[in-house]
């Protein structure tokens, strides 16, 4: 069964998750397909990529059940590398959540260039509350869309925050109500289907450039404590007790 789907009409890209009965976890193979979705030459026509879910939820992140039937492995990770596509995918992409995007769901959202939010909608990174810990790439992106006090708000608290707030915080595009959602969404994404396509590209890759920076800051003390996070008995509970359903039990080993 296909995890996502790609339409194309004109000038627009649609690439929709398709696991609506796992509230849109990314296994695998889904990350696998999103970055082959990202990754691909746009076609001359092309002019801007959206990104929507099926069902209530937009993505919850990581499939925790199959993260724990397969550990992860050190070295990028399939989330960081389909997520490096999306940065430097040359076209804007539009994110368009209709509900919670938590976690991996959340970064997905934040690497859209755009991002309009049902006010029904939730984002958050609950890490902190299953043990686990951001990589560098992903919180970097973090702190760049949001800002160290928003980020601090997401990481260490770890609840998710509504669209409203995230709004405020100047982190997404736009909010709009339920049932308005997609004419928001369609004024972005047919503005920037309108848009000359060169001056379009130049400028995404500019803004991407701009922010890299942070890339060659040294941080492989910060790398061997994330991994310390990851493999600890702590994680193991955590991911254990959100599966269950039931509070954790954090050690600190």
């Not at 690439?15 to 076609?43: D, G, Q, W």
């Not at 001359?44 to 069902?55: K, Q």
């Not at 989330?79 to 430097?88: I, P, S, T």
């Amino acid at each position: 069964m296909s995890m996502i789907r790609v339409d194309r009409e004109g000038a627009i890209r649609t690439v929709t998750l398709t696991r609506p009965a796992k509230r849109n976890a990314m296994n695998l193979e889904m990350l696998a397909a999103l970055k082959e979705a990202f990754s691909e030459t746009p076609a001359n026509e092309e002019r801007v990529i959206v990104l929507r879910a099926e069902g209530p939820v937009f993505c919850a992140g990581i499939d925790l059940a199959e993260r724990q039937r397969k550990p992860a492995q050190p070295g990028v990770s399939p989330v960081e590398g389909m997520l490096d596509a999306m940065e430097h995918c040359p076209l804007p992409i539009v994110g368009v959540v209709q509900g919670a995007a938590i976690a991996g769901g959340n970064e997905l959202a934040l690497h859209c260039d755009f991002v309009v939010a049902s006010t029904k909608a939730r984002f958050g990174m609950s890490l902190s509350q299953i043990g686990l810990a951001p990589t560098w790439f992903l919180a970097k992106k973090l702190v760049e869309v949001c800002g160290p006090v928003a980020s601090r708000e997401i990481l260490l608290l770890g609840d998710p925050l509504p669209a409203q707030r995230m709004y405020d915080l100047g982190v997404i595009t736009r909010i709009a109500e339920p049932d308005e959602l997609e004419d928001a969404a369609q004024k972005i994404i047919q503005r920037l289907a309108a848009n000359a396509p060169l001056s379009l590209k130049a400028m995404k890759a500019l803004l991407v450039r701009e922010m890299q920076f942070r890339d060659d800051i040294d941080h492989a003390d910060v790398d061997k404590l994330i991994e310390e996070a990851r493999n600890s008995a702590d994680a193991k509970e955590g991911i254990a007790a959100k599966l269950e359903k039931r509070l954790p039990n954090f050690v600190g080993e």
